[in-house]
């Protein structure tokens, strides 16, 4: 099957003859009706890694460019050896397994000492016209980017062009009189070649333009350059074209973008319908993200080159994890395919709930089929279902392109992952993995918070610290992964809320975790209103997350409480004394705030027992700083259960400090 890329568009549409009779007149579409957004990464990339020691592509790998000839994948890529680029070729029957024709790579060398292209050569875009090879490549003499020309017979033996370069920078003072590099080109029609590349002034704001050619050498830079603009966050230094591919009269562009300070590097979306002038950014993006933490592209996933088969997008890209050579990996998308949810994403009750999954689509489905898969977190598949688009299974209306279905959950807890397998004709095409999650671990809940009191200067009013304790209220499962939580405030006392997000470690089930991580990251900082009087109860909402996903949700109260005799005197003078003071109000229903003194930090405990001596509750078990600290009890055992009443005692331990307090719950 031919597929459609930047490297192979002949024969494949035609490009009308009165195109630029309508620049300006842009077809103004959503982005619903353009994103090509979701992809999959392969399980074994990289796909193609740097070369053994002492080779010249032995430091990393980049810049992709890949041509399909209905049998063969054919790829031109950058190698780096750690001092010059030059560039190799590759061969694969599938994609994803490649082997470097080592017998001839280079295929394209450094020009000679004292050219335009002495010191790299790199980033080749490469098409075949049907009779030979041509190559768009950047070339490098140490100071500036150029963008040079070969052709081949074969794709292996390149001759260059003899008065390169055939793009240079612009006039002194122009958007690219710096560099000009990452040539992509297209052949739109039988006469004329596009070029989108990258142009650079001193300092950043590197951006894309638009060049034209009868015959591929002289090229006409476009008089309203650049063509896309730097946008914000992820692409706000630098962005760079790397694909574009032509299907139904519209070129859609992935290209690079890096932003300020990490300089990490992510891939975007943009599509247009005015001959590559007018672009139009997809809302989502970036469209590729870096690996999780560890993992081989958690620095940098960079879109190389796309190719199309009439059904999926195939994606080359580039990858590095900040210590070890980069290499090349692999990604697919169905063509079409918008997004994949799951309803509800919080927490699901086990044995008892239900989800729903639904795929949305913007192309045609015809003869396609489509599988929820269930997955544990190692993505193993644990059940999968049929996704309809009849109107029947949760999917909407019958044939409005939204497939769905509903799923009943197991009795057992566990972190799911849901992926989507495609067939066309009852043929596996594509299988995505982690395209949403759900959680039937816990319930987290609230279990307990703890007060320290700040003062501040230079009115002296004081700032509670709380610190929380949250509950794993299930049975079976541990919960993992970073465990965040986010506090927002339900009452009009509380007028700011600073350190909003907690970190927690995992919690087993039945178990309960204070928060944790650096002092400054392990408490929520609040500020009250001076008009509300001790004793109020103020109302807090908790989301708690895993991973980034947040999965439970809770509320709690804090009781306003009136400080030790001389602390709010005190103008921040901190505790000379261990203390434990009694808990306020005694008696007390249904909830008591106990207050101590720390005048150095250390480890804290402080347990709630029965007149047996048996826990009945663990407020704190965390490391503390010095000050004054203030913990709630609302008179619920560590299991969830409400305590009877009686009397009860609260036993606070340091390494240097023990004493014990008597209290009394009336109901």
């Not at 490098?140 to 390169?164: C, E, F, H, L, M």
């Not at 044995?351 to 544990?376: I, K, N, P, R």
């Not at 949760?394 to 279905?405: E, I, V, W």
């Not at 993992?480 to 470690?505: E, Y």
């Amino acid at each position: 099957m031919q597929k459609q890329s930047t490297v192979n568009m002949i024969d494949r549409w035609r490009w009308k003859s009165y195109l630029f009779e309508f620049l300006g007149m842009i077809l103004c579409l959503t982005s619903a009706t353009q994103a090509q957004v979701v992809w999959t990464k392969h399980p074994n990339n990289p796909v193609l890694s740097p070369g053994t020691g002492g080779t010249w592509d032995d430091n990393y790998l980049l810049e992709s460019s890949v041509l399909y000839d209905g049998t063969n994948y054919k790829m031109w890529y950058q190698g780096h050896d750690g001092q010059d680029s030059r560039i190799g070729y590759a061969i694969s029957d599938d994609g994803a397994v490649w082997t470097k024709v080592d017998s001839v790579s280079p295929v394209l060398d450094l020009g000679p000492s004292g050219s335009w292209e002495d010191n790299d050569v790199g980033h080749p875009s490469v098409i075949f016209d049907g009779t030979i090879y041509r190559m768009w490549y950047r070339g490098n003499d140490g100071t500036t980017d150029r963008i040079g020309y070969a052709t081949s017979p074969d794709g292996v033996a390149w001759t260059k062009y003899a008065q390169n370069p055939v793009l240079d920078v612009g006039d002194a003072g122009s958007w690219d009189d710096r560099h000009v590099r990452t040539p992509v080109v297209l052949m739109l029609d039988d006469t004329t070649f596009f070029m989108w590349y990258n142009g650079n002034l001193p300092g950043p704001g590197s951006r894309i333009g638009l060049a034209t050619s009868k015959d591929g050498v002289a090229w006409d830079k476009w008089e309203t350059n650049p063509v896309m603009d730097l946008g914000t966050g992820w692409e706000s230094v630098a962005i760079f074209p790397e694909s574009v591919i032509l299907i139904d009269d519209t070129l859609r562009m992935w290209y690079l973008g890096i932003n300020p300070g990490t300089f990490v590097v992510r891939s975007g979306y943009a599509t247009s319908s005015d001959g590559g002038v007018e672009w139009t950014k997809y809302d989502g993006n970036p469209v590729l993200h870096v690996g999780e933490a560890g993992a081989w592209d958690d620095v940098t996933a960079a879109v190389g080159a796309v190719l199309f088969d009439g059904t999926t997008y195939e994606m080359w890209y580039d990858s590095w994890d900040g210590a070890n050579s980069g290499s090349i990996g692999y990604a697919t998308s169905l063509h079409g395919l918008l997004e994949v949810t799951v309803s509800p994403t919080t927490y699901v009750v086990p044995g008892t709930d239900s989800v729903v999954v639904t795929a949305l689509f913007t192309s045609d489905t015809t003869g396609l089929g489509l599988f929820a898969e269930f997955e544990a977190s190692d993505h193993t598949t644990l059940d999968s279902v049929r996704l309809y688009d009849d109107g029947a299974h949760h999917d909407g209306a019958a044939d409005d392109s939204l497939f769905g279905n509903v799923w009943p959950v197991p009795p057992d807890e566990r972190l799911y992952n849901i992926g989507l397998k495609a067939t066309l004709n009852d043929t596996e095409i594509i299988n995505y993995d982690d395209l949403a999650r759900f959680t039937t671990i816990g319930p987290l809940e609230y279990a307990a918070d703890s007060l320290a009191y700040r003062s501040t200067e230079p009115d002296k009013t004081y700032n509670p610290r709380i610190y929380l304790r949250l509950r794993n209220a299930g049975s079976m499962a541990t919960a993992t992964g970073i465990i965040t939580a986010r506090l927002s405030a339900l009452d009009t006392c509380v007028t700011a809320i600073s350190s909003d997000i907690a970190n927690f470690d995992d919690i087993p089930a039945g178990g309960s975790v204070m928060s944790s991580g650096p002092f400054s990251s392990g408490y929520f900082e609040v500020s009250y209103n001076q008009n509300c009087p001790i004793g109020t109860e103020v109302s807090f909402a908790v989301s708690i997350s895993s991973d980034g996903y947040a999965f439970w949700s809770d509320t709690f109260d804090v009781i306003i409480t009136q400080l030790p005799l001389g602390i709010a005197d005190a103008g921040g003078v901190l505790p000379i004394e261990f203390a434990l003071h009694q808990n306020y109000p005694n008696p007390f229903n249904p909830g008591t705030v106990i207050t101590y003194a720390l005048p150095q930090a250390g480890s804290v405990t402080l347990v709630i027992y029965d007149l047996r001596g048996r826990e009945i509750a663990r407020l704190v078990d965390a490391p503390q700083q010095v000050g004054y600290h203030s913990v709630t009890w609302n008179g619920v055992m560590a299991s969830g259960r409400e305590t009877p009443s009686g009397i009860y005692i609260a036993r606070l331990v340091t390494p240097e400090y023990t004493k014990s307090i008597k209290m009394v719950l009336l109901k």
